[in-house]
């Protein structure tokens, strides 16, 4: 752990807040357990160190906010995890010693995590959060998680020629490939802070590197790589 981190958050109040996050994420698993946590935390206290954030607010909110996450999957997204996962946060805060304030900014950014309908991230953490979530979902890690996510739903390896627009998501045509042309291709350009910006725009030209390569590898010849090279 970095020096001021450690002087905003106690080890004993992260190991708290860690247990309690694995508990919640350990039941959804896959590409959404308590890993994916975990490097949402890293990223969001990486990027929250570098623009001067409150590390404070952010450790707890990064590591907080899925924890709605099963709800939402047993509700097949009636309720919206964000929203539900900020409620779930405020006695759990409240239990911590976390004052009204300091409550208020931390369920503020798990509200706002996923920036939908009305829930825009307002403060600075609540920005880096967001970009720390999203940041998770593409470049290396994203290709990872998006192959992870279309085992679980029993999707086949790679299927090119469907159109994308029109296959239904959580299908068995729902690969890794339809997920990076439907969404992972777009986030490095929803990137809230300039630090997020410019990770998501390494991560997203890797992924297109990889995504044309496997293109090459089933759709072109065997022998096409060899070729270019002679
Ligand atoms: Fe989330
Ligand atoms: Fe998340």
């Known amino acids: 752990m970095k020096k001021n981190e450690e002087a905003a958050v106690s080890p004993e109040l992260l190991a708290a807040l860690r247990q309690i996050s694995t508990q919640h994420c350990l039941e959804?698993?896959?590409?959404?357990?308590?890993?994916?946590?975990?490097?949402?935390?890293?990223n969001a206290m990486a990027i929250g160190r570098k623009l001067g954030a409150r590390l404070d607010i952010l450790a707890?909110?990064?590591?907080?906010?899925?924890?709605?996450?099963?709800?939402?999957?047993?509700?097949?997204?009636?309720?919206?995890?964000?929203?539900?996962?900020?409620?779930?946060?405020?006695?759990?805060?409240?239990?911590?010693?976390y004052s009204a304030e300091d409550q208020a900014a931390?369920?503020?950014?798990?509200?706002a995590?996923?920036?939908?309908?009305?829930s825009e991230p307002e403060s600075l953490e609540a920005r880096i959060l967001?970009?720390?979530?999203?940041?998770?979902?593409?470049?290396?890690?994203?290709?990872?998680?998006?192959?992870?996510?279309?085992?679980?739903i029993g999707a086949r390896l790679h299927n090119a020629e469907v159109d994308h627009e029109t296959t239904q998501a959580y299908s068995g045509e729902d690969t890794a490939y339809r997920e990076f042309q439907v969404k992972m291709s777009k986030v490095h350009?929803?990137?809230?802070t300039s630090v997020g910006r410019k990770i998501a725009r390494r991560r997203h030209d890797f992924m297109e590197i990889f995504f044309a390569e496997l293109n090459l590898e089933i759709y072109g010849s065997v022998l096409q790589a060899e070729d270019t090279q002679s």
């Open 28 to 42: 959804e698993g896959g590409s959404h357990g308590p890993d994916h946590t975990e490097r949402v935390f890293q």
């Open 189 to 192: 350009r929803e990137m809230l």
């Open 113 to 118: 995590h996923r920036f939908r309908g009305s």
């Open 106 to 111: 931390i369920c503020h950014c798990i509200r």
């Open 60 to 97: 707890p909110a990064a590591l907080l906010h899925d924890i709605g996450r099963s709800e939402e999957s047993r509700s097949k997204g009636g309720v919206c995890h964000a929203d539900l996962g900020a409620g779930m946060a405020e006695p759990i805060l409240r239990a911590l010693g």
């Open 130 to 152: 967001f970009d720390a979530d999203k940041l998770d979902s593409i470049g290396a890690i994203g290709i990872g998680r998006a192959f992870l996510f279309a085992g679980q």
